[in-house]
Nanobody
Framework: QLQLVESGGGLVQPGGSLRLSCAAS????????IGWFRQAPGKEREGVSC???????NYEDSVKGRFTISRDNAKNTVYLHMNSLQPEDTAVYYC???????????????????WGQGTQVTVSS
């Protein structure tokens, strides 16, 4: 059974950093795209970044240059390194998986069929 478990969230001051992890089980990560999404209170869930099975990546404009996605297929884990965090980054962060079917990973929620339970990230002084 495919399962995703996020971890690494917490409270951080503005300008700080966090590393989120998405541990996958029940499938081989090397054949899947993994996306990171977030949902702030009162807002819709939005795409943040994704990692294609080939290793290529994609980022939402507001996080470019601050967030880096990486994967370790041997550990079946995808990471989201977040630097220069701002209060507007506060949200529940989710990872999601889909089998690779095209040349680029998408940042659209409806393209992903398997989701984790989320991890809270709070950026506040």
């Amino acid at each position: 059974q495919l399962q995703l478990v996020e971890s690494g969230g917490g409270l951080v001051q503005p300008g700080g950093s966090l590393r989120l992890s998405c541990a996958a089980s029940g499938f081989a990560l090397s054949y899947y795209d993994i996306g990171w999404f977030r949902q702030a209170p009162g807002k819709e869930r939005e795409g943040v970044s994704c990692s294609h099975s080939s290793g290529s990546t994609n980022y939402e404009d507001s996080v470019k240059g601050r967030f880096t996605i990486s994967r370790d297929n041997a550990k079946n884990t995808v990471y989201l390194h977040m630097n220069s965090l701002q209060p507007e980054d506060t949200a529940v962060y989710y990872c999601a998986a889909r089998p690779t079917v095209q040349a680029m990973c998408p940042l659209f929620l409806n393209r992903y069929g398997s989701w984790g339970q989320g991890t809270q990230v709070t950026v506040s002084s």
